[in-house]
């Protein structure tokens, strides 16, 4: 497909932030990807930068964390309830607001919440906390402090509803689950593009995790093994991750391209700056 036009494309940018989001490194991103393909598959969406900037019309999506499919599917399902729920959340932003918020994962509230309410829950805690991190704990609740914003914006309704547009006006199918199954129907001239939790820099890091179960290892060698399986198939294949050296053995065979991302999670204003990441393909560009 071409994706030089797609009327809502122009409208199209990811309603949260989101940890290791590519809004940054699109320009990088558009330059490594093939210039034509039929389906687009994501399996760890996130915050959905490249999806939004490419607005393909036809895609499957997916991640691991069932909240945030959750809000997507409310996003295309019910996006007027949803920008009320989360006008509601602007008008009593506090901190203490933001604490019992936070909170109801911990007495079982959460269980009682419609979908809507879960999404304006998930919206509004990255909208107000801390560098607009997702972090749960190992029971899976919540845990990132209130931040320091003057005025967030809240209530995106104009992002919103051009993404429930997006959504219903093009042949995108939401999943959740493992990244595996995202793309078990991916077929040659489809173009994949795994995002995954980075392997880590240094020894001394945890490997990334944003849901409880976490993201190690066995899970970076079975991503690997599935690139060049679906490499194989004849499926175009895009892969971000960290410039490690474990990296570049996984993927020995594979197109290693070298970027440069400015990484702005770390509370030490002076631990933040560019990092060296890699962009690795199984096509030539």
């Known amino acids: 497909m071409n994706l030089a036009e797609n009327k809502d494309s122009m409208q199209l940018a990811p309603v949260i932030k989101w940890v290791g989001g590519k809004r940054q490194l699109l320009p990088r991103l558009m330059e490594y990807k093939p210039q034509n393909f039929k389906k687009y598959f994501e399996p760890f969406l996130g915050g959905g930068a490249m999806l939004f900037s490419l607005a393909p019309e036809k895609a499957i999506i997916n991640d691991n964390n069932l909240e945030l499919i959750n809000m997507y599917s409310v996003i295309k399902a019910s996006p007027e309830k949803l920008v009320a729920c989360l006008e509601e959340h602007q008008e009593n932003n506090s901190k203490e607001y933001y604490l019992y918020i936070r909170g109801l994962d911990r007495d079982g509230t959460i269980k009682t919440m419609t979908d809507v309410q879960r999404a304006a829950r998930l919206i509004y805690m990255l909208k107000v906390d801390f560098n607009g991190l997702y972090r749960v704990n190992k029971k899976g609740q919540f845990n990132v ?5 003057k005025n967030p914006k809240i209530a995106d309704a104009s992002r919103i509803y051009a993404m429930s547009s997006y959504f219903n006006n093009n042949d995108v199918l ?13 077929t040659k001239g489809d173009l994949v593009y795994f995002d995954p939790p980075y392997i880590p ?10 849901t409880k179960e ?11 093994d599935l690139f060049f399986s679906l490499s194989d198939k004849g499926v175009y294949v ?10 570049r053995e996984l993927y020995t065979g594979a197109k290693i391209h070298s970027v440069s991302a400015k990484r702005a999670i770390n509370s030490n204003a002076e631990k933040r700056g560019s990092v060296s990441e890699v962009i690795i393909t199984n096509y030539e560009v």
């Not at 402090?145 to 914003?149: E, K, V």
């Not at 820099?201 to 944003?210: K, P, Q, R």
């Not at 976490?214 to 690997?224: M, N, P, S, Y």
């Open 214 to 224: 976490g993201f190690g290892l066995a899970e970076q060698k079975r991503l690997r």
């Open 238 to 247: 895009m892969l971000s991750n960290s410039d490690t050296k474990l990296t």
């Open 201 to 210: 820099l240094n020894n001394t890091s945890n490997f990334t995790s944003y």
């Open 145 to 149: 402090p209130y931040g320091r914003y």
């Open 174 to 186: 939401i999943l959740g689950g493992d990244f595996e199954n995202a793309v078990k129907s991916a």
